[in-house]
């Protein structure tokens, strides 16, 4: 008994394995590209639905094109589970080529037991006929269809996989070849099958066929179309949104390359961009701009002794600052650190720069309270104009770092216009940076010693250890220029235990001379006095010279002592108990909070040389000032000490105002170590006599 085939549903399966071949392509496709693992499971069971349906349909609807003589009818259990086969091996495909790496081992595996399981499908499909007698096969046709069934399916494999990623070329064109090609091979391995099965003469059909063959197959076409064309509308709308999480992703990753990450603002890279526009917009309209680099003042102090947090959150409070008050042309940036540059647009005149360099002296010197410590900085600020400056950015930014140098040394927390003779002094700044860390390894430093001296008496009452540098081509390096850069180094800590260590050998030779003792006071940075384990240290270095700590003194400034107030009381009781004493140098310069001198019990304060020069040029006035902090101090039990007394006005000033001590050229300047012992040796003469 032989069939014919309906052409109408020979076209409809051949399109619905098509649908069916695409859907497996942008399956796999959308499998790979799926981020959350936990999602995987889901899309990938619903997936194998998806795809299984389309097979199965496609199986189904060829089976109704093939029509006999007698009327056929299918078995529902039989061909569900021709459908639950159709849906297990869409899982292993989608499972194969969504993943991993496919080997040829891994290929021909999965491709035979994906075919074998398509046959499988196919032979259980016809089985729901229940013909009687049973369907005969011709064995080499189907052995025949096997082997198409598996090199179709380990065809159909390798093109997924090779097809999965999103990046090919062309991709949909080459999807949608690679799906009629698969198509092709599926219908033809199933018609191929179909042509190996013998139906007997008075065959009959034991399964129900009430349902009209052609309607069934139109029904099933219908929805299996609705099922597979859902599944790439669905699939069209993942990955719609894929590509706009991507898009989401490369502005987040663009704005991170761009941008500083702790205060959002441009970072290196996209200022040496915006300067580069700046420079053609510039040429264009014949109209100058400005560079300014700014760089705060004592930052790495408040880092060191606060910490990193304080550190961070105080820059924060900056970058914010520095933002106010500008133009939408203009923009500020941060190198690093706690270095920051400002771009002002359309700077016809210097004056404009000017005036955004003061506005950001003047807001960032206002009180910044970080987890409730009030806080101060200032900053030194180099201005460059382009193009008289700089034709580049690179020589723009070096022109306005050598003008910040130069504010540094002017003082800080002041401007500075770049001229062209700043790039010697900032060569000799990276000279110094570099060669300092020679400087103690090759004995370039030195300790001098300046004495003070009792304003009711002159004699002496202790002296001051100062270090001293000579570069072996620079000559003399004042401390103002090489102590900063020895703290942004780290350096202050080795250098200043050197200089305790000099003072230390020192005291214990002027003993051995029998010269007579006296107190030797010593500065402490920011750095030095918040080292953790500073009472310590101390003590070791002193013990190993075998010098009483009464012996020494040591100096810090307000600005250290009101990083921290509870710390710094707790260091200077620890210091005290120890007996060593101590002082507040250059009072006045810094918080000038009266108060705090009852809680930190100093033992002396050294009044700023400013005020001192005041007794001249203010007259009364500064006379009322210097008499206030004499008299708050006595009636504490504090000593005062006088810095940088010049003149004799002066001097009698300072004994009309009961000051306790003075210290300054009028009687003697630094002097090095040697010239101090035969100094020593003659004001012991003197006190024998």
């Not at 096997?146 to 999103?166: H, K, Y």
């Not at 949608?176 to 007997?200: P, Q």
């Not at 550190?311 to 270095?339: F, P, S, Y």
């Amino acid at each position: 008994m032989t069939g014919i085939y309906n052409p109408l549903l020979v076209c409809l399966s051949l399109v619905v394995a098509f649908l069916a071949s695409y859907t497996a392509m942008e399956l796999s496709g959308g499998l790979n590209a799926l981020a959350s693992a936990k999602r995987r499971p889901i899309w990938l069971a619903g997936g194998a639905v998806s795809m299984g349906v389309g097979i199965w349909s496609m199986h189904f609807i060829g089976m109704l094109a093939f029509s006999l003589p007698i009327a056929v009818g299918y078995d529902f259990s039989i061909t569900a589970a021709s459908l639950v086969l159709a849906i297990g091996v869409s899982f292993l495909a989608l499972a194969t080529a969504s993943r991993g790496a496919l080997s040829r081992a891994r290929l021909v595996v999965a491709g035979t037991i994906m075919g074998a399981g398509v046959a499988a499908m196919h032979f259980t499909g016809m089985q729901a006929m229940q013909m009687s007698p049973g369907i005969d096969y011709t064995f080499w046709k189907l052995a025949l269809s096997l082997a198409v069934a598996i090199v179709a399916s380990m065809a159909a494999l390798w093109l997924a996989f090779t097809l999965r990623a999103s990046n090919v070329e062309n991709l949909v064109v080459k999807r949608l070849g690679a799906a009629s090609i698969m198509a092709v091979a599926i219908t033809g391995m199933h018609y191929l099958g179909m042509n190996a099965a013998n139906f007997a003469s008075g065959s009959l059909c034991l399964a129900d066929a009430k349902l009209d063959a052609n309607w069934l197959a139109l029904a099933v076409t219908a929805m299996s179309s609705i099922v597979l064309v859902g599944t790439l509308a669905l699939l069209g709308s993942h990955t719609s949104s894929l590509s706009i999480s991507l898009k989401r992703a490369n502005r987040q990753l663009h704005y991170l390359g761009t941008h500083d990450a702790l205060t959002n603002l441009p970072n290196r890279q996209q200022l040496a961009l915006h300067i580069a526009q700046s420079i053609d917009d510039s040429a264009r309209r014949a109209s100058p701009f400005a560079v300014l680099f700014v760089d705060l003042d004592g930052f790495k102090s408040i880092n060191d002794s606060l910490g990193h947090g304080v550190g961070d959150d105080l820059l924060k409070v900056c970058a914010q600052r520095l933002r106010q008050d500008l133009r939408h042309t203009d923009i500020v940036a941060r190198l690093g650190g706690d270095e920051f540059v400002i771009v002002v647009e359309n700077a016809v005149e210097i004056a404009s720069a000017v005036a955004v360099a003061n506005g950001v002296l003047r807001r960032l010197s206002q009180e910044i309270v970080v987890n409730g410590l009030p806080l101060r900085v200032s900053a030194s600020i180099g201005i460059a104009i382009h193009p008289r400056d700089g034709a580049n950015a690179d020589e723009l930014l070096h022109s306005a770092d050598a003008a910040m140098y130069a504010a540094k040394q002017s003082g800080r927390n002041t401007y500075r216009v770049f001229e062209p003779q700043m790039n010697h002094t900032a060569l000799k700044s990276l000279i110094l940076q570099r060669d300092l860390h020679r400087a103690l390894s090759e004995h370039q430093l030195s300790v001098s010693f300046q004495p003070k001296f009792s304003v009711a008496s002159q004699s002496v009452t202790g002296v001051e250890a100062l270090i001293r540098w000579r570069h072996p081509e620079l000559g003399d390096i004042a401390p103002l220029e090489f102590i900063p850069m020895a703290e942004r180094s780290g350096l202050i800590v080795e250098i200043g235990e050197w200089v305790l260590r000099e003072v230390c050998r020192n005291i214990a030779m002027w003993d051995a001379q029998g010269l007579p003792a006296i107190s030797v006071s010593v500065n402490l940075s920011a750095i030095q006095f918040n080292v953790p384990d500073l009472v310590g240290r101390i003590d070791a270095l002193l013990a190993a010279a075998g010098v009483d700590p009464s012996r020494l003194m040591f100096e810090i400034t307000e600005t250290t002592a009101m990083q921290n107030v509870d710390k710094t009381s707790r260091t200077i009781e620890a210091l005290q108990l120890r007996g060593y004493a101590v002082a507040v140098d250059d009072f006045g310069t810094g918080y000038s909070s009266l108060g705090y001198l009852q809680r930190f019990r100093f033992d002396q304060i050294k009044i700023d040389g400013s005020f001192v020069r005041d007794l001249d040029s203010a007259g009364q006035r500064g006379s009322a000032l210097l008499s206030a902090v004499v008299a708050l101090a006595r009636a504490l039990q504090i000593e005062v000490v006088a810095e940088g007394v010049e003149t004799e006005s002066q001097f009698r000033t300072l004994g009309e105002l009961d000051c306790d001590q003075m210290q300054g050229f009028l009687l003697s300047r630094p002097m090095p170590a040697a010239d101090f012992v035969d100094f020593l040796g003659t004001m012991a003469e003197r006190v024998c006599v």
